[in-house]
Protein backbone atom coordinates (compact mmCIF):
# COMPACT_ATOMS: atom_id res chain seq x y z
CA UNK A 1 0.00 0.00 0.00
CA UNK A 2 1.13 3.55 -0.09
CA UNK A 3 0.22 6.86 2.26
CA UNK A 4 -0.19 9.67 0.59
CA UNK A 5 -0.05 13.32 2.32
CA UNK A 6 -1.41 16.49 0.70
CA UNK A 7 -0.50 20.35 1.70
CA UNK A 8 -1.99 22.40 2.56
CA UNK A 9 -5.08 20.65 4.01
CA UNK A 10 -7.90 24.14 2.75
CA UNK A 11 -6.82 26.72 1.70
CA UNK A 12 -9.02 30.38 1.10
CA UNK A 13 -7.78 32.13 -2.08
CA UNK A 14 -8.35 35.68 -4.00
CA UNK A 15 -9.40 35.52 -7.21
CA UNK A 16 -6.49 36.15 -9.61
CA UNK A 17 -4.27 34.75 -7.81
CA UNK A 18 -2.60 30.48 -7.66
CA UNK A 19 -1.99 27.89 -5.45
CA UNK A 20 0.25 24.75 -5.59
CA UNK A 21 -0.93 22.06 -4.03
CA UNK A 22 2.17 19.27 -3.47
CA UNK A 23 1.21 15.51 -2.93
CA UNK A 24 3.91 13.09 -1.17
CA UNK A 25 4.17 9.10 -1.45
CA UNK A 26 5.75 7.32 1.13
CA UNK A 27 6.56 4.65 -1.66
CA UNK A 28 7.65 4.78 -4.96
CA UNK A 29 4.55 4.24 -7.17
CA UNK A 30 4.00 3.69 -10.75
CA UNK A 31 1.14 6.09 -11.64
CA UNK A 32 0.11 9.26 -9.57
CA UNK A 33 -3.14 11.19 -10.29
CA UNK A 34 -4.73 14.40 -10.01
CA UNK A 35 -8.72 14.42 -9.39
CA UNK A 36 -11.30 17.61 -8.15
CA UNK A 37 -14.48 16.87 -6.40
CA UNK A 38 -17.57 18.94 -5.63
CA UNK A 39 -18.69 18.32 -2.43
CA UNK A 40 -21.55 15.87 -2.47
CA UNK A 41 -19.98 14.73 -5.87
CA UNK A 42 -17.92 12.15 -7.90
CA UNK A 43 -14.58 12.58 -8.46
CA UNK A 44 -13.46 13.96 -11.86
CA UNK A 45 -9.96 12.94 -13.26
CA UNK A 46 -7.95 16.13 -13.89
CA UNK A 47 -4.45 14.84 -15.53
CA UNK A 48 -2.04 11.71 -15.23
CA UNK A 49 1.25 13.35 -13.87
CA UNK A 50 4.17 11.12 -15.84
CA UNK A 51 7.23 11.25 -14.41
CA UNK A 52 9.98 13.92 -15.95
CA UNK A 53 7.85 14.51 -18.44
CA UNK A 54 4.65 16.77 -19.20
CA UNK A 55 1.50 15.56 -17.91
CA UNK A 56 -2.02 13.75 -19.76
CA UNK A 57 -4.33 16.22 -19.08
CA UNK A 58 -8.34 15.50 -19.33
CA UNK A 59 -10.92 16.67 -21.65
CA UNK A 60 -11.99 19.89 -20.02
CA UNK A 61 -8.64 20.24 -18.36
CA UNK A 62 -5.39 22.37 -19.98
CA UNK A 63 -1.88 22.97 -18.95
CA UNK A 64 -1.56 26.47 -18.61
CA UNK A 65 -4.51 26.27 -16.07
CA UNK A 66 -3.22 23.07 -14.27
CA UNK A 67 0.06 22.91 -14.70
CA UNK A 68 1.46 19.44 -13.08
CA UNK A 69 5.33 18.66 -12.31
CA UNK A 70 6.14 15.08 -11.54
CA UNK A 71 9.93 15.28 -10.57
CA UNK A 72 10.19 11.39 -9.24
CA UNK A 73 8.03 8.11 -8.22
CA UNK A 74 7.15 10.44 -5.01
CA UNK A 75 6.50 13.36 -5.20
CA UNK A 76 4.32 15.90 -7.42
CA UNK A 77 2.69 19.34 -7.19
CA UNK A 78 -0.49 20.68 -9.20
CA UNK A 79 -0.93 24.50 -9.43
CA UNK A 80 -4.51 25.85 -9.58
CA UNK A 81 -3.63 29.53 -12.16
CA UNK A 82 -5.74 32.56 -11.97
CA UNK A 83 -8.29 31.06 -9.90
CA UNK A 84 -12.20 31.95 -10.21
CA UNK A 85 -14.94 30.92 -7.42
CA UNK A 86 -15.53 28.06 -9.96
CA UNK A 87 -12.56 26.38 -9.13
CA UNK A 88 -13.52 26.08 -5.57
CA UNK A 89 -13.68 22.45 -5.00
CA UNK A 90 -11.69 19.74 -3.50
CA UNK A 91 -8.42 18.50 -4.91
CA UNK A 92 -6.85 14.82 -4.31
CA UNK A 93 -3.62 12.99 -5.46
CA UNK A 94 -3.85 9.51 -5.99
CA UNK A 95 -0.81 7.05 -6.39
CA UNK A 96 -0.83 3.64 -7.63
CA UNK A 97 1.09 0.48 -8.53
CA UNK A 98 0.53 -0.92 -12.24
CA UNK A 99 1.64 -4.48 -11.45
CA UNK A 100 -1.61 -4.69 -9.03
CA UNK A 101 -4.46 -2.09 -10.15
CA UNK A 102 -4.15 -0.29 -6.52
CA UNK A 103 -4.67 2.99 -5.97
CA UNK A 104 -4.83 4.93 -3.05
CA UNK A 105 -5.78 8.80 -2.29
CA UNK A 106 -4.88 11.18 -0.13
CA UNK A 107 -7.08 13.02 2.17
CA UNK A 108 -7.65 16.44 -0.60
CA UNK A 109 -6.92 19.97 -0.37
CA UNK A 110 -10.14 21.76 0.32
CA UNK A 111 -9.73 25.50 -2.12
CA UNK A 112 -12.49 28.14 -1.35
CA UNK A 113 -11.37 31.15 -4.17
CA UNK A 114 -13.49 34.08 -3.50
CA UNK B 1 -20.83 9.58 -21.17
CA UNK B 2 -20.90 7.90 -17.57
CA UNK B 3 -18.55 4.55 -18.14
CA UNK B 4 -20.03 2.95 -14.78
CA UNK B 5 -23.48 3.68 -13.19
CA UNK B 6 -24.18 3.53 -9.31
CA UNK B 7 -27.07 3.26 -7.92
CA UNK B 8 -28.57 4.07 -5.33
CA UNK B 9 -27.65 7.59 -4.65
CA UNK B 10 -28.53 7.43 -1.01
CA UNK B 11 -29.29 4.56 1.28
CA UNK B 12 -30.91 4.48 5.00
CA UNK B 13 -30.02 1.00 6.63
CA UNK B 14 -30.89 -0.10 10.13
CA UNK B 15 -27.98 -0.92 12.17
CA UNK B 16 -27.74 -5.03 11.73
CA UNK B 17 -29.13 -4.85 8.20
CA UNK B 18 -27.65 -5.37 4.98
CA UNK B 19 -26.60 -2.57 2.61
CA UNK B 20 -26.17 -2.98 -1.09
CA UNK B 21 -25.08 -1.22 -3.43
CA UNK B 22 -24.92 -1.79 -6.94
CA UNK B 23 -23.23 -0.51 -9.92
CA UNK B 24 -23.03 -1.53 -14.13
CA UNK B 25 -20.71 -1.36 -16.75
CA UNK B 26 -20.56 -1.81 -20.36
CA UNK B 27 -16.64 -1.51 -21.23
CA UNK B 28 -15.49 -4.95 -21.52
CA UNK B 29 -11.92 -4.01 -21.18
CA UNK B 30 -12.33 -3.48 -17.83
CA UNK B 31 -10.61 -5.86 -15.37
CA UNK B 32 -10.29 -4.64 -11.98
CA UNK B 33 -13.17 -3.05 -9.80
CA UNK B 34 -12.51 -1.75 -6.81
CA UNK B 35 -15.17 -0.01 -4.14
CA UNK B 36 -13.78 3.01 -2.09
CA UNK B 37 -15.69 4.03 1.24
CA UNK B 38 -14.88 8.12 2.03
CA UNK B 39 -15.64 9.62 5.29
CA UNK B 40 -16.76 13.57 5.15
CA UNK B 41 -13.01 15.53 5.05
CA UNK B 42 -11.53 12.38 3.86
CA UNK B 43 -9.67 10.89 0.64
CA UNK B 44 -11.56 7.74 -0.62
CA UNK B 45 -9.93 4.55 0.96
CA UNK B 46 -9.80 1.25 -0.60
CA UNK B 47 -12.32 -0.72 0.72
CA UNK B 48 -12.55 -4.47 -1.27
CA UNK B 49 -11.78 -4.88 -4.91
CA UNK B 50 -12.58 -7.62 -7.19
CA UNK B 51 -11.33 -9.22 -10.78
CA UNK B 52 -13.59 -10.52 -13.26
CA UNK B 53 -12.41 -14.06 -13.28
CA UNK B 54 -14.05 -14.45 -9.53
CA UNK B 55 -17.51 -14.06 -9.05
CA UNK B 56 -17.24 -13.18 -5.24
CA UNK B 57 -15.26 -11.94 -2.74
CA UNK B 58 -15.43 -11.10 0.95
CA UNK B 59 -13.32 -9.03 3.36
CA UNK B 60 -14.92 -9.15 6.63
CA UNK B 61 -18.52 -7.79 6.40
CA UNK B 62 -17.66 -6.50 2.58
CA UNK B 63 -18.76 -8.09 -0.12
CA UNK B 64 -18.27 -7.92 -3.68
CA UNK B 65 -20.94 -10.04 -5.92
CA UNK B 66 -19.63 -9.92 -9.46
CA UNK B 67 -21.56 -11.15 -12.76
CA UNK B 68 -19.38 -10.61 -15.73
CA UNK B 69 -22.13 -11.78 -18.37
CA UNK B 70 -24.14 -9.28 -17.28
CA UNK B 71 -21.58 -6.12 -16.31
CA UNK B 72 -22.45 -5.52 -13.14
CA UNK B 73 -21.01 -5.94 -9.54
CA UNK B 74 -22.75 -5.08 -6.09
CA UNK B 75 -21.04 -4.44 -2.68
CA UNK B 76 -22.78 -5.77 0.23
CA UNK B 77 -22.14 -4.70 3.56
CA UNK B 78 -23.87 -7.00 6.38
CA UNK B 79 -24.76 -6.28 10.15
CA UNK B 80 -24.29 -2.59 8.66
CA UNK B 81 -22.73 -0.32 11.62
CA UNK B 82 -23.10 3.20 12.37
CA UNK B 83 -19.25 3.82 11.58
CA UNK B 84 -20.05 2.10 8.13
CA UNK B 85 -21.98 6.07 7.46
CA UNK B 86 -19.99 7.15 4.41
CA UNK B 87 -20.26 7.44 1.14
CA UNK B 88 -19.34 4.73 -1.11
CA UNK B 89 -17.83 4.89 -4.43
CA UNK B 90 -17.64 1.80 -7.35
CA UNK B 91 -14.82 2.13 -9.93
CA UNK B 92 -13.81 0.49 -12.82
CA UNK B 93 -10.15 0.10 -14.68
CA UNK B 94 -8.75 -1.46 -17.98
CA UNK B 95 -5.54 -2.93 -17.51
CA UNK B 96 -2.75 0.17 -17.08
CA UNK B 97 -5.62 2.69 -17.28
CA UNK B 98 -7.05 5.20 -15.13
CA UNK B 99 -9.80 4.62 -13.16
CA UNK B 100 -13.60 5.44 -13.83
CA UNK B 101 -15.88 6.06 -10.68
CA UNK B 102 -19.00 5.74 -9.84
CA UNK B 103 -21.61 8.70 -8.90
CA UNK B 104 -21.68 7.60 -5.49
CA UNK B 105 -23.74 6.27 -2.67
CA UNK B 106 -24.35 8.04 0.61
CA UNK B 107 -25.02 5.53 3.23
CA UNK B 108 -26.74 6.36 6.91
CA UNK B 109 -26.77 3.22 8.77
CA UNK B 110 -29.31 4.46 11.39
CA UNK B 111 -28.63 2.96 15.41
Known amino acids: SAVISQKPSRDICQRGTSLTIQCQVDSQVTMMFWYRQQPGQSLTLIAT?????????ESGFVIDKFPISRPNLTFSTLTVSNMSPEDSSIYLC???????????FGPGTRLTVL | QQQVKQSPQSLIVQKGGISIINCAYE??????FPWYQQFPGKGPALLIA?????SEKKEGRFTISFNKSAKQFSLHIMDSQPGDSATYFC??????????FGTGTSLTVIP
Open chain 2, 27 to 32: NTAFDY
Open chain 1, 49 to 57: ANQGSEATY
Open chain 2, 91 to 100: AARPTGNQFY
Open chain 1, 94 to 104: SGGFSQNNEQF
Open chain 2, 50 to 54: IRPDV
